[in-house]
């Protein structure tokens, strides 16, 4: 058994040694949490990414994320550039390179008000024309033999609502993201029928790529 004094000793001896140890431990450089690089198109994915990010973090709580937006071919090459980590991106023809893939319908939607179409020209919001919306939308009016003029473009999927809302154009908009208040599908448009796009998530090559697969 210890005595009284030479245990006091062996407590002090403890009590340094825990201090000498986390001195040690602030001094010593941590590993830094992995970071993933996200870029989605426009908001595209707006309403169910930050979910789908949340619950990822309970899972897997010292990944950190990083998202912005861009258009798709952007994406695509700052991926294979190692800027980007994961990108959900939208092409014309299926990826052969995509992790995970499927299909879009793109649908004319308008506003309350009809917008008239003077002398047979069609008014067109969109976001911008490297959008693949705007670019679908206005292929296929030309191989219908349809003139058309972009009234309207933002980055903003409220702001070109509101525009549709106001008579002001049409639009092409994949189906899925057809639920934004003033957004309706217009099914029997005089209009010519819009295709499909493909919708692929891709990572990037090489490195850790545990928490992105």
Known sequence: PLTPMREMVVNHARRLLSINAHILGLATPQ????????????????????????????????????????????LREELRQGLLDLVIGLS?????????QWSEQLVWVRGPRIPF?????????????ECIFHRAAVEALQKAGRLHDTVYISASTTGLAA?????????ALARSRTGVPGLTIWEDAPLPKLPEVSCGIFIRDGGDRTALE
Do not use: C, H
Not at 92 to 100: I, K
Not at 117 to 129: N, T
Not at 163 to 171: D, H, N, T, Y
């Open 92 to 100: 014309a023809t299926p990826s052969l390179d995509a992790r995970q």
């Open 31 to 74: 590993p830094e949490s992995q970071i993933i690089r996200i870029g989605v198109p426009g908001d595209y994915v707006a309403p169910q990414l930050p979910w789908t990010l949340a619950e990822f973090k309970t899972r897997w709580p010292d990944v950190k994320f990083a998202v912005r937006n861009g258009v798709s071919q952007m």
């Open 117 to 129: 179409f003077q002398d047979e020209r069609i008014p067109l919001v969109s976001y911008g024309e």
């Open 163 to 171: 525009a549709i809302s106001a008579g002001l154009g049409v639009m």
